[in-house]
Structure formats: structure tokens, C-alpha cells
């Protein structure tokens, strides 16, 4: 499957975005996704991530509360909208497809990437 990740941008502290993850190739119902962001000079760190059906999510504690995780499989997107963003919350957002149908929390879990979304929240 392939991943196309878009919606990312700058915005001020306290303001939103949602995140699109697209997909093509394969069923995309297949899949689990998952949303990762890495900050400058920062690891790769878990966000947020839905099982096949949608059915069930989880995520990190920094974005509990603020972050929600969303798909439509009838369209063959995720989604991820950020409400509520910190300046901490800058980094580049990456989706993450993982087979199974069931999520994960590491990125060794996931087995297809995009390319990445920059989001800036400024002070």
C-alpha cells in the first residue's frame, strides 16, 4: 500500500489541523494506521493509531485529549485532527500502515510509510 500524508502547515499555539493519509495499492481496510512525528533532533515518536474497522484507537498521553484519529475506509484516508496544538507539537507527521488490521505503538510495527507532513505551531 502507499501512503500519501498532506494537511500539514503553520499554525498558532492553540489553533488546529486536521491531517490527511491516503492511500492506494491495496485494501486499505486491511490495515491498521498509525501516526507518527518526529521533531528536529528529536526520534520518531507515536502518536496516535486505529485499528482496520476504526473500532478502536489509541494514543500517546501528550496528545490524549487533543489529537483524534479517524478513518474512512469508503475512501481510502486516515485522518488526524489536532486541536488544541502547542508549539511543542512541531515536528513532521508521518502515517503509517501496519498489515493485520491491528495497531502497534513502535514504528518497527508499521510496515508502509508516507512521505511526511510538517507541522509548525508557533508561540
Known amino acids: 500500500v502507499q501512503l500519501q500524508a498532506s494537511g500539514g502547515g503553520l499554525v498558532q499555539a492553540g489553533g488546529s489541523l486536521r491531517l490527511s493519509c491516503a492511500a492506494s495499492?491495496?485494501?486499505?481496510?486491511?490495515?491498521?494506521i498509525g501516526w507518527f512525528r518526529q521533531a528536529p533532533g528529536n526520534e520518531r515518536e507515536f502518536a496516535a493509531a486505529?485499528?482496520?474497522?476504526?473500532?478502536?484507537?489509541y494514543y500517546a498521553d501528550s496528545v490524549k485529549g487533543r489529537f483524534t484519529i479517524s478513518r474512512d475506509n469508503a475512501k481510502n484516508t486516515a485522518y488526524l485532527q489536532m486541536n488544541s496544538l502547542k508549539p511543542e507539537d512541531t515536528a513532521v507527521y508521518y502515517c503509517?500502515?501496519?498489515?493485520?488490521?491491528?495497531?502497534?505503538?513502535?514504528?518497527?510495527?508499521?510496515?508502509?510509510w508516507g512521505q511526511g507532513t510538517l507541522v509548525t505551531v508557533s508561540s
Open positions: 495499492g491495496r485494501t486499505f481496510s486491511s490495515y491498521a
Open positions: 503509517a500502515a501496519r498489515g493485520g488490521g491491528y495497531f502497534g505503538t513502535t514504528s518497527s510495527d508499521y510496515h508502509y
Open positions: 486505529i485499528t482496520w474497522s476504526g473500532s478502536s484507537t
